[in-house]
């Protein structure tokens, strides 16, 4: 083969890898970007409407320039330079993406449009840039008018074999596997590779010496797969102490950005959401078995609706696990199943929180619907505590998945839910649980509320008492549900809320509307 051969071939091997590629890195950076903007937004249908039609503007975009810059300018190292310009947009992310999305939210509270503007901010240039890398292999392919439809196909074809492998691989792979810095690092390292040989091999001159191309092969390959970092090693919780106080971990799992912080005798589990740390666990290091968290003491107040002694519970939304494993440890001949979609957060949980796995505590990774739906088992209590920051997953608001908690119910069952009222329109979760329901009784939390559903008529304030004593009495609970359940009161009136169901459940609305987020005391 001539050189000229040789190079020819290069070029237009070039010229399709970079359409691939071009798809790859659109689709990873657009499930990234997404990924990134959940602390701060939510992972609510406006964030991802908001950046899906933000790329489709900056790909729409690309194509026009792109196809018209082409026609007046038809060289392939054009395309090396789009990715290295690429290279620079997503660099963005990890060094001012932060700043960035928080100044956006100090000036515009409504997360609807905060969410479109920082995806106007971060996401058109790039998503402009890759999609105009197609007009230019296009153009540059089509040496005959014979094989334009064929050439045209192959590309398009190619541009979306990258896309559903970017979109694949990093949801399944990438983002559940790696830190989010060390994810843009690598694909922005990956990117400014190939406009580097993009822009080698589609030179007017001949191509690379095979053994030149093999190195740069080598190069991107081994920046696409090896790892970067080191994962954080087990934590025991007798070593707490002397550790220094401040952020002892951050992780960024698919579904949330957790922070592991100590302060003083306290170790927290948050999850992050704009400049805010929620807490979702606390452990006192002197005070290893305490629930220092107040509401999560309420929660144990269900126990009171319950006269026979608890033989299976069930929890949605592990957190570090301190509920449970007070109950375990408490009821000695309790069974618990706790299902948790966030394997990260099991995984704190067991290093910093001393919640494992055992003959008694069984934790499944899985969504709590899902759980739910799939068990075989019937549970005397069920508590529902699955929170992502400051936002509840919808399909567990609704008035169906209430129905599925009151069928894994055994007879006499009771059902707990923690309700933060800043945060989860405490009316429409009310609502929504007592049309399923025959009683929802509600105990205030120092600013949580746990609602109570059990079946039957309401118990009044005697026959609460005489349970609680009974149950304490027999069970001689650390936390004396005497106590806890004086702290019931009565809902009272509820204007026209909405009830929630699968078909119409506007969680991201209603957590905007300042009287669904009313603290009840």
């Not at 990715?83 to 932060?98: A, C, H, K, Q, R």
Request: contains cysteine; charged residues 20%; glycine residues 8%.
């Amino acid at each position: 083969m001539s050189a000229t051969s040789a190079a020819t071939l290069l070029r237009g091997g070039a010229l399709h890898a970079a359409a691939f590629f071009s798809g790859f890195v659109t689709m990873a950076l657009e499930m990234m970007i997404g990924r990134t903007f959940i602390p701060y937004f939510g992972g609510t249908i406006y964030t991802w409407g908001a950046l899906i039609a933000v790329f489709l503007i900056g790909m729409t975009i690309g194509y026009v320039v792109g196809g018209r810059y082409v026609d007046r300018h038809p060289h392939g190292r054009i395309v090396g330079l789009l990715f290295f310009l690429s290279t620079f947009t997503i660099l963005v992310m990890p060094f001012w993406g932060d700043e960035i999305i928080n100044r956006i939210l100090d000036q515009v509270y409504d997360l609807r449009y905060a969410a479109l503007l920082a995806a106007v901010a971060l996401a058109c240039l790039p998503a402009a840039l890759l999609a105009a890398v197609g007009p230019f292999c296009l153009r540059l392919l089509l040496d005959a008018r014979t094989h334009s439809g064929t050439i045209s196909g192959r590309i398009s074809a190619l541009n979306t074999a990258g896309s559903i492998l970017g979109t694949l691989g990093t949801s399944f792979y990438f983002i559940p596997s790696f830190g989010m810095r060390s994810i843009y690092f690598v694909l922005a390292g990956v990117t400014l590779f190939f406009s580097i040989a993009v822009y080698l091999l589609t030179r007017p001159r001949r191509g690379l010496a095979t053994a030149e191309v093999a190195g740069l092969v080598v190069a991107i390959v081994t920046a696409l797969v090896v790892p970067t970092g080191t994962p954080a090693q087990a934590q025991d919780t007798s070593a707490l102490a002397p550790l220094p106080d401040g952020e002892l971990e951050r992780v960024d799992s698919e579904y949330n950005t957790i922070f592991v912080e100590k302060h003083g005798d306290v170790v927290g589990l948050y999850f992050g959401y704009r400049r805010m740390r929620y807490t979702e666990s606390a452990i006192s290091i002197s005070k290893p078995r305490a629930l220092i968290v107040p509401y999560t003491r309420t929660m144990t107040a269900a126990l009171a609706f319950h006269a026979e002694p608890v033989k299976r519970i069930a929890l949605v939304g592990l957190g570090g696990g301190r509920t449970i494993n007070y109950l375990v440890q408490a009821l000695p001949g309790a069974v618990a199943d706790v299902a948790e979609l966030d394997g990260a957060v099991v995984d704190l949980a067991a290093r910093y929180f001393d919640t494992r796995e055992s003959d008694r505590l069984h934790i499944h990774t899985v969504d709590g619907r899902i759980f739910l739906r799939r068990t075989q088992e019937k549970y005397d209590l069920v508590l529902l505590d699955a929170y992502r920051g400051p936002f509840v997953p919808f399909h567990l608001t609704t008035q169906e998945f209430y129905r599925l908690v009151q069928e894994t119910l055994a007879p006499g069952g009771i059902v707990a839910q923690n309700v933060e009222p800043t945060t989860m329109f405490f009316d429409s979760a009310y609502a929504t649980m007592k049309s399923v329901f025959d009683q929802v009784d509600m105990i205030p939390a120092h600013g949580n509320i746990v609602l109570v559903g059990y079946a039957g008529p309401r118990l009044s304030d005697e026959e609460l008492a005489a349970r609680a004593a009974l149950v304490q009495a027999r069970d001689q609970l650390p936390y004396d549900l005497r106590e806890l359940v004086k702290a019931r009161r009565e809902v009272g009136t509820i204007d026209k809320p909405t009830i929630l169901t699968d078909d119409f459940a506007p969680v991201e609305s209603l957590h905007t509307i300042e009287r669904h987020n009313e603290k009840r005391e």
